[in-house]
């Protein structure tokens, strides 16, 4: 990795420089294991005290900073510290993997896909019938697109993903190894004389622009019409997206969390870790449902919900500080 000078970085921050270093930064690292050539950050006052064991020779720190950098050491003051330390961890970010040609000669391609100009395709791809993948598009190896399947601009598709036929995926997207967008939904009813049949899934997903889909997550079709993830969201590893369910704008999923089908998010939702969202469930924009939480019903937007089943946060709290006192006051009795 190319070394940058204290002066180098923060012109790309265009922060306040507090103190003076004389080290090349060759790296970002935590405060805690930080060598004395290396770059931090501090974004939470909580975090003052760890700059006095740490090595690191520059900081990255939000403007309430109240410690001062000490000898041979500087800080760069930024309104939001970590948003300015993902500019240094992109100055820092080494290449990744090269294409030594453009498409590879293992890739299968059906003559009926359009492939655009810049669009990479690697070892073991699989590209089906009426695929239509456009500009600067890069496939890693072993990519499965299936037929009738549209990939919009600059959008990465990583090993192992697998995109099932008729759906779509918009500009700027990433789909991380393993996760599959368009499998069958989970439908099933139950037959005295077959046992469970299989209700078919006839729709497709359609996923918009600047969207990530994390690792091993799957996105499964409607059954009617579309599942349909907005603009801009993210969603973590290990996350379940039932059939027919609608994101709105920009939401948020951690990793564990699942909607089952037909959820409805509005716009600016967050779904914590191993949270679990009933069918048929609308959640109005911006609310938040806290991690392991397991909603039952409708939240209204702006709203907290914690707990299992999921109520309003304050309540939760409350709750379960009644319920700490109870038991402590148990054991004392005893």
């Excluded at 050491?73 to 990744?96: C, G, H, T, Y």
């Excluded at 890739?107 to 699989?126: H, P």
């Excluded at 996350?239 to 951690?254: D, E, P, T, W, Y």
Aim: with cysteine.
């Amino acid at each position: 990795m190319k070394p940058y000078t204290l002066q180098e970085i923060n012109d790309v921050l265009k922060g306040t420089i507090y103190g003076t270093t004389n080290q090349k930064i060759t790296a970002p690292e935590q405060l805690e294991v930080a060598s004395n050539t290396e770059i931090s950050f501090i974004g939470n006052k909580k975090y003052e005290k760890l700059w006095a064991t740490s090595n690191a020779c520059v900081a990255v720190v939000n403007e309430d900073i109240s410690i001062e950098p000490g000898e041979n050491r500087a800080f760069i003051k930024v309104k939001n510290a970590d948003l300015a330390m993902s500019q240094v961890l992109e100055l820092f970010a080494p290449a990744p993997p090269q294409f030594l040609v453009d498409i590879h000669p293992t890739a299968t391609i059906d003559l009926t896909a359009v492939i655009s100009n810049g669009v990479k395709i690697g070892a073991g791809c699989y590209v089906g019938p009426k695929v239509v993948i456009h500009e600067n598009t890069i496939l890693y190896p072993n990519v499965t697109i299936l037929d009738e399947c549209t990939i919009g601009k600059n959008t990465i598709i990583w090993s192992g993903a697998v995109v099932r036929e008729r759906c779509h995926i918009g500009n700027d997207c990433i789909i991380h190894p393993n996760a599959t967008i368009g499998a069958d939904g989970f439908g099933f009813r139950p037959c005295s004389e077959k046992g469970l049949v299989k209700v078919p899934q006839i729709g497709n997903v359609i996923i918009g622009n600047g969207v990530e889909i994390g690792a091993n997550s799957c996105v499964d079709r409607g059954k009617f019409s579309s599942t349909v993830v907005g603009d801009g969201c993210k969603i973590d590893n290990l996350v379940q997206i039932g059939h027919n369910s609608k994101l709105g704008r920009f939401c948020i999923m951690a990793g564990n969390s699942g909607l089952a089908g037909s959820v409805t998010l509005g716009n600016g939702v967050i779904i914590g870790g191993s949270a679990s969202i009933k069918d048929h469930i609308k959640i109005g924009d911006g609310a938040i449902v806290g991690a392991g939480s397991g909603v039952a019903g409708d939240i209204e937007a702006g709203k907290t919900m914690l707990g299992y089943p999921a109520i309003e946060a304050r309540d939760a709290l409350k709750q379960w500080a009644i319920l700490k006192r109870l038991v402590n006051d148990s054991k004392k009795s005893k």
